[in-house]
């Protein structure tokens, strides 16, 4: 029995050493591979190591992204900077821009002239052009004769209880000829408006006469003058009754004002152009003047002498 038992013994042992055995070589075998690989983990694994990597990257960040965000910044600044400013200025020049048309009422600009009425500074007007035989010169204005033939009657609507009596146009043909007139006349209906009835002589400078009629566009002119603007009062005029009228004036009228005992009082004006104070308010006081860019003259000393033509040396502004 010893031996039997001694047998099963033997391999037990066998099996014993050949599992140590194993586990010896596994041993080895994994203590091999540790040591092969363990070089390159702990490379990567050494707080040295990282700190570097950390290093390398934060050293790329001010070659790669600072300039990206250094370099956009400057340019939507300046951008941001110089538009602000230009809005600023801008606005701040249109308010005194203005303000001399309300708190100044001598002048404003030829644009936007208030009392200008029907014909208006800066606009061009469309219409057709005829002719008459201008006589002496005489009209609707009351003027009087005249030398100059370089004339022409507006049309009864443009006319406008001739608030544009006196006002020189620049007349232009299709063909690019031009002629400068003077309005000194009423052209009744059925003028059409827009339309202007030249002088002959005026017409001739656009035009053969055979042709009778042509289109034409006007506009309103504020021209280089030495004449002085005069003073007429009307015939029958005197303290009690008087009608008072502007010749000469470079720009059209607006207003006359005569001085009373309250201020300055306005006159109607009539379609023959003669101011009226039918109570003879103001009749031999001193005169104001406007015209129609907001000009205004005031002229002293001028007699109720009822048909004599009076210079005042004054004179409106060109525009």
């Known amino acids: 029995m010893a031996s039997p038992s001694h047998r099963r013994r033997r391999p037990r042992r066998q099996a014993t050493w050949v599992v140590s055995a194993i586990a010896v070589a596994a041993v080895a075998l994994v203590a091999s591979l540790i040591v092969a ?10 707080p040295e190591a990282a700190a570097s990597v950390a290093g390398a990257e934060l050293s790329a960040a001010p070659t790669t992204s600072a300039p990206t965000t250094q370099s956009p910044s400057p340019s939507p600044s300046p951008t941001a900077a110089s538009s602000t400013p230009s809005a600023t200025p801008s606005a701040r020049k249109s308010t005194p821009a203005t303000r001399p048309t309300t708190t100044s009422p001598r002048r404003t600009s030829a644009g936007t002239a208030v009392s200008a009425g029907r014909i208006r500074p800066g606009t061009t007007y469309q219409g057709v052009a005829t002719f008459y035989d201008a006589g002496n010169g005489d009209g609707a204005c009351s003027f009087g004769p005249t030398d100059d033939v370089m004339t022409a009657a507006m049309n009864h609507t443009d006319y406008e209880t001739s608030k544009v009596c006196g006002a020189y146009v620049r007349v232009r043909a299709s063909s690019g000829a031009t002629v ?26 656009l035009a053969a006469p055979s042709k009778g009629q042509i289109p034409v566009t006007w506009s309103l002119l504020s021209p280089g003058t030495s004449e002085k603007i005069s003073i007429r009062y009307k015939t029958g005029s005197s303290r009690y009754w008087c009608g008072i009228q502007a010749i000469g004036h470079r720009n059209p009228l607006a207003r006359l004002e005569v001085r009373t005992g309250g201020g300055w009082t306005s006159l109607p004006r009539t379609d023959y152009n003669y101011f009226l104070s039918e109570k003879g308010s103001g009749c031999g006081s001193a005169i104001r003047i406007t015209d129609i860019y907001g000009e205004r003259l005031t002229v002293e000393g001028i007699a109720v002498r009822p048909g004599a033509v009076q210079q005042t040396g004054v004179q409106f502004s060109a525009h």
Request: with cysteine.
């Open 37 to 46: 690989f363990a070089p390159d983990r702990d490379a990567d694994d050494r």
């Open 180 to 205: 400068t007139v003077r309005i000194t006349n009423e052209c009744p209906l059925p003028c059409a408006p827009g339309q202007l009835d030249l002088s002959a002589q005026a017409f001739a400078k």
